[in-house]
């Protein structure tokens, strides 16, 4: 007998109650019934995304919400402000790079602290830039970005987007979009919103839709004007992912119910417990400035990454992340995001242990447990 | 009470083995679990749409996988053919504009026979055209395609791909892709495949893969040839809906355990049956060239279509569909494909008495089922 513990940043645990929810007999979406769920989600979905616009929905891997707000915003030879500091923020170039927009790469090394005054001095350096393109969270390092300073700062350009990738942040810490002045924040389901992948999402602004009257860059499947005049009916533009949106009513229902600022201390305090027990192992947080969605980990000196990750999954059951690109073999990675909970944090701190143990690391056995189960007496 | 019958065409219902294995813990994709899926999907994918070469699988709408049967073969300025019988003929014109493809129309009158001729005449008359776009069913009026004889045509332009929208076809009726020659066959989960909406598949050629090398329509999300190297990992270029392909393995077991030829030959009896029903009560077939796929029947003189319709759905727990654009209020709709069985043509066809009866139009109650259950009797 092996219980398995998903705990990746993406897709997360799903709760019993969305799972079963998603199981009943499907019902069809030009009817009555599903545009009554629409209804309610396109309400909470405001209510997530702190935002008095409507937040569109798409039956795609998050990646297809990032592509969107390149294709629907700019026009072929504009420029843009891409931050690349890990897997996703070289997404953000790629997309660029795939539509003709000219992107204008701010390099960070992976996992260090991004500086909002970096992002003012390229946006004075050149002129007619037309979006920043930046992550809440980026996932392959564990690493947050200061997106209320630097939406601060995009705000003083009205003729630039501030574009925010929340997949991997949208429901783990606070980013209210009209307070803040973030003009698109995209979104995932299989992140905190506790649901499999297979939709996103974007929060659109004023000044973003105004953007999109003049882009030139074309687009069908992923075009959110005619997305936008659906969801006004409670409809999609194509036949969507109905069962997704069937569970997305449910977990966006225990969100409400829990209320966002419960769900942001919780996981603070989970990510704090994961990095306080792997340091009382001896161990090093890979990000200088830690996400509360997911923990990077370096793999103590002569232990293989890769290793680490591996072991946890197949011998302790506990699937985490390994290292991506550059970082394989270097750090894994752990969630707390979601549907998680301290026993999760507990499991996955307990999960290291075991497998450092196996793999030859020196250490004193529950130390790390130890300080984990303290850090989280309060929650 | 009211229990309630889904015979629509698409969403279809659902097996509850498929519901259940979709309802259990999600797994990761990155993952030996997730790609030994994979692969089995494949294997089974190859069978359904009978051809050697990998078919794709796409985290969209049915419509993503069509746009990229488009921005993954063509270029701007070059010329397709494409046939406008219904509301999905219209898509492939609408997202050949959207990318800069001229669409050379054949206009036929909704519900007509194709006649393959006119896709003969109309490649001799545009020399260049370097793709005909058709559906194995249109939909929107319940017509089959003569896609054999198309394709055979087609097969004598090197310069010219077959293109076949086979969302409502693709496990209902036979298309092997490689016998026949379609270069390009789209699918799509909620329809044969008995699935939640949220996963497009395409299978491509050999022919086809050439086209992709010059093709230079702008794509990312949809990228096919970066699917295709993913996709022979085990694996897709993004996050995939996993629990969509969870259930597909599922539902692909059990399309190859009763064995393709006999599904095509159930969805073509309860198909007959239906019409029989229908004609049994004095109502006639909308389509020229009826799909054993879904039936399209007129509304009786003086009756609304969008009345039958709602009261099938409404008052007797039946969800068909009713016309859309130019048929609405014209017809009504009642599918026979994925997993429907001859007690649902029954309960479809007693609807249709029960609802006919209060909308006072004037039969003979009982015929329709007596004659259905008649055409069903060697199922």
């Not at 209510?47 to 297809?64: A, D, H, R």
């Not at 420029?79 to 390099?107: H, L, M, P, Q, T």
């Amino acid at each position: 007998m092996q219980k398995r513990y998903l705990l990746a940043p993406g897709p997360t645990q799903i709760p019993p109650e969305v799972l079963l929810k998603m199981a009943e007999p499907i019902i069809h979406h030009r009817n009555p019934m599903f545009e009554t769920v629409v209804e309610e989600v396109r309400e909470n979905l405001k209510y997530l995304f702190g935002t008095k616009n409507e937040v569109l929905i798409f039956s795609s891997s998050g990646t297809g919400a990032m592509e969107g707000a390149v294709t629907n915003m700019l026009s072929p030879g504009d420029k843009a402000i891409v931050v690349r500091s890990g897997k996703f923020g070289e997404r953000w170039a790629n997309i660029c790079k795939a539509y003709g927009v000219e992107a204008i790469n701010i390099d960070l090394p992976w996992g260090d602290v991004l500086d909002p005054g970096v992002i003012e001095k390229a946006l004075k350096e050149n002129p007619g830039v037309k979006a920043v393109y930046t992550q809440a969270t980026e996932t392959s390092t564990g690493t947050r970005f200061p997106t209320k300073e630097i939406a601060a700062i995009v705000k003083n350009y009205p003729d630039t987007l501030m574009v925010v990738d929340g997949i991997t942040g949208v429901g783990v810490f606070a980013l209210p979009m009209d307070e803040w002045g973030i003009d698109i924040l995209v979104g995932g389901s299989q992140k905190a919103l506790m649901l499999p992948p297979g939709l996103a999402f974007a929060g659109v602004s004023d000044k973003a839709w105004e953007f999109n009257k003049n882009s030139k860059i074309p687009k069908f499947y992923f075009n959110w004007a005619k997305e936008l005049d659906n969801l006004k009916k409670n409809q999609t533009n194509f036949t969507p992912a109905i069962s997704l949106i069937i569970g997305l009513r449910e977990s966006l229902k225990m969100i409400k119910e829990e209320g966002l600022e419960n769900v942001y201390k919780r996981s603070e305090i989970l990510a704090n417990a994961t990095r306080e027990g792997a340091m009382a192992l001896g161990l090093k947080i890979f990000s200088r400035n830690p996400s509360p969605a997911v923990t990077a980990i370096y793999a103590p000196e002569g232990i293989d990454g890769q290793a680490i990750y591996k072991t946890l999954w197949k011998k302790y059951g506990v699937t985490g992340a390994g290292g991506q690109d550059q970082l394989k073999g270097k750090i894994f990675r752990l969630a707390t995001l979601g549907y998680a909970d301290k026993y999760d944090v507990i499991t996955a701190v307990a999960a290291i242990e075991f497998t450092l143990k196996d793999l030859g690391y020196k250490f004193q056995m529950g130390a790390g447990v130890a300080k984990a189960v303290d850090c989280l007496k309060d929650l």
